[in-house]
């Protein structure tokens, strides 16, 4: 397509939105960005963060949408450029990696110290909640989640350890993390098992053993089955 230099502000803002879209259909990381961008500014709607807080979450948001898409701009220029594996490219590619990946952590580091003091005292009350339930009964929650993952497995397909409709270690994994929470007096040791659960959950995925989609109703299976028997032995 000829690039002309002076372009109708229109064109140019077309280009850019095809460009966000090409992005969206062809690059999962991207996808999985904007998945944890909806679920983070959700968080922070509920959680009814003040303006400034949810400028800055938003900015460092902006942030790491930004340097993915740059990212994956470099990446692609370069195949086009040089697909031979070349030390030179693969040197420009892990810079660029790098570089998002900074950003993501910055980004994380943003977003910890902004909702840290929010989430405290709700943390604090359903800490008293949980501790009243029988250590028992939660154990008894994480054999319910392996069962109904055999159980679902069964009915579609006939995977148990590798693959299926249902992510099994992510399942079992963020149930995991329920459990410690009952031990844990500590917001950040919470948070720090349910980071765990999220990389066993994304180890799965980079493994090429389960889908995203796959890894998701494993996670929300261990979560519903723990928050059911919470609600029936609370109720």
Not at 93 to 104: F, H, R
Not at 149 to 162: A, P, T, Y
Not at 173 to 179: E, G, N, P, R, V
């Amino acid at each position: 397509m000829p690039m002309m230099k002076n372009h109708p502000f229109s064109e140019s803002l077309d280009w850019a939105i095809q460009g966000i879209v090409s992005a969206f259909k062809n690059e999962r990381n991207f996808r999985i960005d904007l998945l944890i961008t909806a679920i983070v500014i959700l968080c922070g709607l509920i959680l009814n963060l003040n303006r400034l807080e949810l400028a800055i979450v938003i900015l460092a948001i902006v942030f790491v949408l930004s340097a993915e898409l740059f990212n994956t701009a470099i990446e692609k220029f370069l195949d086009v450029v040089n697909s031979n594996i070349d030390p030179r490219v693969k040197f420009v590619k892990d810079v660029s990696a790098g570089a998002t990946l900074i950003a993501v952590l910055a980004s994380v580091a943003v977003g910890y110290l902004v909702f840290y003091s929010h989430l405290e005292r709700p943390f604090e009350v359903s800490l008293k909640l949980i501790k009243s339930i029988h250590i028992h009964l939660i154990i008894t929650g994480i054999f319910l989640v392996m069962l109904l993952v055999i159980i679902i497995k069964s009915f579609v397909g006939d995977r148990f350890l590798r693959g299926g409709i249902v992510s099994g270690h992510a399942a079992v994994a963020f149930s995991i993390a329920t459990i410690i929470l009952y031990f844990s007096n500590s917001l950040a040791v919470a948070l720090l098992s349910f980071i765990l659960a999220f990389m066993v959950a994304q180890s799965r995925v980079e493994g090429k053993i389960h889908s995203i989609k796959e890894v998701i109703l494993g996670s929300l299976l261990g979560i519903i089955v723990m928050l059911t028997i919470l609600n029936l032995v609370l109720r």
